[in-house]
């Protein structure tokens, strides 16, 4: 496909970004593709359909000749990239520093094809789909909080084996499961815990949903406490359907799920919200009050919702403003929901997509001015993570939101760590589709990616230069609390 690259900038401590090395890449730099030019993306890609990045690993969904291919680059360590990388290797030949083929060899798997991804801390998951048959879901790497759902113990990873099939059909066990088709419609993941949304469809063709959830769940983030217990479980380690409570039935279906380190967050097709989890750092306050959401990411500590309001859309933030990641313009500590100001003086104003890793958030933003469309990417962060990530990726992030420049990075604050104020950089119109892992920012290890969306968009026009419109993918991972030491 003319026109279609992949670009990779941030932290490299394992060759996440697929640049052939494991230097953080401080520009964007085109990623490589195992048998293929720098830049150039594998002969019949058609587009690029999903990525997912966990700690130090990345995940990519290629659509080629009409069907997806998972390929997949960084640590392996873990087994987190199947058997395609043996976790034994030595991780300084960086043989993993580049997008290869994953081959998951499952029994009856190669019917199936690869729809979905998502990644933990060190775990990844894939849902492969045949038409008429259940879905399969397959895990692989750490299993420290169960993370593998197939029954494990905490600190440790299964033995022998590299590939494990999810029995998600398990958590229904008190119902009538024979002849049931499970469709997974929603794949989540945070660092530690695991949410997806699936549709069971019986025999006679009527449907059900269901939310299932498993590893980390002592905050609740899966659900309360299990009958005869006065506390949630600390972890699930098979998985475990995720009981709603009356408020939350009322909303109806969950569409869509997101997920922090200690909270979940849910939209419902009410367009409205709900939550469960810690709400320690005020990440899920008063959620229940936001109406006709469209979409909701979650920061580690913090929840975001798109929300729509006559022609402009508005973000509402609310949780840990500790690194000034709800855009306030500060880093004081807050414990309300309150709306972001982007500020761009238009009379309309569309989010087209948002994304959030541990303590950062982007936005691909539609702006309407005088009959014109243009595109706008803003990106918001503090100076103060500077002085945490400097020898890891030398980026600069302002406490208010900024315009990110694809062709090269922001200044960082001077000498003594003093935060310059916060600016706008120029963002040129561009033909090709960014994948940007903003990744070494503080305790950051969670990516954010920008890929083109499929089928291939018709161009905007913004003056005399035409871009591409892009879709935005959080982190399926993010960060954890060890800091990588080989940053």
Excluded at 182 to 203: D, E, I, R, Y
Excluded at 235 to 250: G, K, Q, R
Aim: aromatic share 6%.
């Amino acid at each position: 496909m003319s026109g279609l690259s992949l670009l990779a900038s941030g932290s490299n401590a394992q060759g996440q970004l697929a640049t052939g090395d494991a230097e953080d890449a401080h520009i964007l730099t085109p990623c490589l593709f195992d048998g293929c030019s720098p830049g150039q993306l594998p002969e019949g890609t058609t587009a690029i359909t999903s990525v997912a990045c966990g700690a130090n690993h990345t995940l990519l969904l290629l659509a080629r000749s009409h069907k997806q291919e998972l390929w997949g680059c960084g640590d392996r360590r873990r087994g987190q990239l199947g058997p395609s990388y043996t976790p034994s290797a030595r991780v300084g030949s960086w043989s993993g520093a580049v997008f290869r083929p994953l081959d998951l060899h499952v029994e009856g798997l190669p019917e199936f094809a690869p729809r979905l991804v998502a990644a933990g801390w060190e775990t990844s998951y894939v849902v492969f789909s045949c038409q008429d048959k259940s879905d399969m879901l397959i895990s692989m790497g750490a299993d420290d909080f169960g993370n593998l759902g197939v029954g494990g113990v905490k600190g440790t990873t299964a033995a022998g084996r590299s590939l494990h099939v999810v029995p998600l059909l398990s958590a229904f066990a008190d119902a009538d499961m024979e002849n049931v088709i499970l469709s997974v419609q929603s794949l989540n993941s945070g660092p530690h815990h695991v949410v997806t949304v699936v549709k069971l469809t019986s025999a006679d063709g009527s449907t059900n949903h269901g939310v299932i959830g498993w590893g980390t769940a002592r905050h609740g983030q899966l659900g309360g406490a299990p009958a005869n217990a006065s506390r949630p479980s600390p972890f699930y380690a098979t998985p475990h359907s995720i009981c709603l409570d009356e408020t939350m039935m009322t909303l109806g279906p969950i569409k869509h799920a997101a997920l922090g380190n200690q909270h979940s967050v849910f939209l419902h097709a009410s367009r409205r919200l709900s939550g469960l989890g810690s709400n320690r750092k005020s990440q899920r306050e008063l959620l229940e009050t936001v109406e006709d959401a469209h979409d909701v990411a979650c920061t580690w500590n913090g929840t975001y919702a798109v929300c729509r309001d006559g022609a402009v859309d508005r973000v509402v933030a609310t949780g840990s403003n500790s690194h000034g990641q709800l855009g306030r313009g500060d880093s004081e500590a807050s414990r309300s929901l309150t709306s972001v100001n982007f500020p761009l003086p238009t009379p309309s104003l569309s989010v087209v997509k948002l994304a959030c890793g541990s303590e950062h958030v982007l936005c691909l933003l539609e702006v309407k001015s005088e009959g014109d469309v243009r595109r706008e990417r803003s990106r918001k962060d503090v100076a103060s993570a500077w002085a945490q990530s400097k020898d890891a990726s030398g980026e600069y992030l302002g406490r208010q939101w900024n315009k990110l420049d694809p062709r090269g990075t922001m200044k960082p604050p001077n000498e003594r760590g003093a935060m310059f104020g916060a600016r706008w950089l120029g963002f040129p119109a561009f033909e090709v589709p960014l994948y940007v892992p903003l990744s070494a920012v503080g305790l950051l290890e969670g990516e954010i990616e920008l890929v083109p969306s499929a089928p291939r968009p018709t161009p905007l026009r913004t003056g005399a230069t035409s871009i591409r419109l892009l879709n935005i993918y959080r982190s399926g991972g993010g960060p954890g609390r060890n800091y990588q030491k080989a940053m």
